[in-house]
């Protein structure tokens, strides 16, 4: 089966760091992506790791170990438009290339 | 990046109808496409896979007779819900990957159904 743990609601400042964790237990991997969602909108690409490590792009960055089935994305300098879903998603194989998606971290950027 | 539209972005129908639901990809060839469902607070749950010129692949419990998808070629994708009921309200999403060798999905701007 397909498992994927990230929390649900998440809270931090304006001009903070915040780390959006996330842990899976999948049947296949192809990579770990991270999308944000604002409500009622399509999820939009943030990062994808495939090899353990961090890739930082701009604000953001995500780390990915794939012996521990665990991956974050790191936020900084959070801005009030930060404030959207987090989706954390395993890519299922090499032939099929479909996402399971975790169920997202609400986060709430507070000035 | 690339972009997929998807139309229309929101649709109410009565029950007992069909909609269809387009999902195109704009720049690009998309030899594979995806039908998601999100109901409220709930993540995305992938539906089926199409791919263009053959039949689709759907996830286990999603009725295939119910949710007829078709690909027929490499820039369209729809997805038809028959007989809607009310249970199927909800924001259905669609993504795209250029050619067979790319990771990278390009999502459309998703459809709110409401079945009335």
């Known amino acids: ?111 | 990046g690339a972009v997929v539209s998807q139309h229309p972005s929101w649709v109410i129908c009565k029950s007992g109808t069909s909609v269809k639901i387009e999902c195109r990809s704009l720049d690009f060839q998309a030899t594979t496409m995806f039908w998601y469902r999100q109901f409220p607070k709930q993540s995305l749950m992938l539906m089926a896979t199409s791919n263009e010129g053959s039949k689709a692949t759907y996830e286990q419990g999603v009725e295939k007779d119910k949710f007829l998808i078709n690909h027929a070629s490499l820039t369209l994708s729809t997805l038809t819900v028959t007989s809607a009921h009310p249970e199927d309200s909800s924001f259905y999403i669609c993504s795209a990957i250029e050619g067979q060798q790319n990771t990278e999905a390009f999502f459309g701007q998703g459809t709110r159904l409401t079945v009335v």
């Open chain 1, 1 to 111: 089966g397909q498992n994927i743990d990230q929390p649900t609601e998440m809270t931090a400042t304006e001009g903070a760091i915040v780390q959006i964790n996330c842990t899976y237990q999948t049947s296949g991997f192809n990579g770990l992506f991270w999308y944000q969602q604002h409500a009622g909108e399509a999820p939009t690409f943030l990062s994808y790791n495939v090899l353990d490590g961090l890739e930082e792009k701009g604000r953001f960055s995500s780390f990915l170990s794939r012996s521990k089935g665990y991956s974050y994305l790191l936020l900084k300098e959070l801005q009030m438009k930060d404030s959207a879903s987090y989706l954390c998603a395993v890519g299922m194989d090499t032939g099929r290339r479909a996402l399971t998606f975790g169920s997202g971290t609400r986060l709430q950027v507070q000035p």
